[in-house]
């Protein structure tokens, strides 16, 4: 069974940068599209909230407009592993981010729906204060 693994969440100030990884196991992350949501609570699993996308060889990126600006999403196929550089933090980002995974080349136009991924990852907490 494929495994996602997420680390590198934690508790920071508003302004503040973080960043957190996403391990595949079992499976080459070079066959996959990924892609970052975020959850906060009171929202179910099909609420989360899509923030960054990545094709499979990293050529092409896309990012909600939330975050447009100040998140990075980066791959290394190589470490078989997934990045989200987040950078002036602010506390409408606290949530808890998940990393997804499809088989596609590219992020498709309904990357932002939930349903369309093959494997999630468990999620890491992400908490600025103000």
């Known amino acids: 069974q494929p495994q996602a693994v997420e680390s590198g969440g934690g508790s920071v100030q508003a302004g503040g940068s973080l960043m957190i990884s996403c391990t595949l196991l079992?499976?080459?992350?070079?066959?996959?599209?990924m892609s970052w949501f975020r959850q906060t609570p009171g929202k179910d699993r099909e609420q989360r909230e899509g923030v960054s996308c990545i094709s499979r060889t990293g050529t092409s990126t896309i990012y909600a407009d939330s975050v447009k600006g100040r998140f990075t999403i980066l791959r290394d196929n190589a470490k078989n592993t997934l990045y989200l550089q987040m950078n002036n933090l602010k506390p409408e980002d606290t949530a808890v981010y998940y990393c997804?995974?499809?088989?596609?080349?590219?992020?498709?136009?309904?990357?932002?729906?939930?349903?369309?991924?093959?494997?999630w990852g468990q999620g890491t907490q992400v908490t600025v204060s103000s």
């Open positions: 079992g499976v080459s992350l070079d066959d996959y599209a």
């Open positions: 997804a995974a499809v088989p596609y080349e590219y992020c498709e136009g309904n990357w932002k729906g939930s349903f369309v991924y093959k494997f």
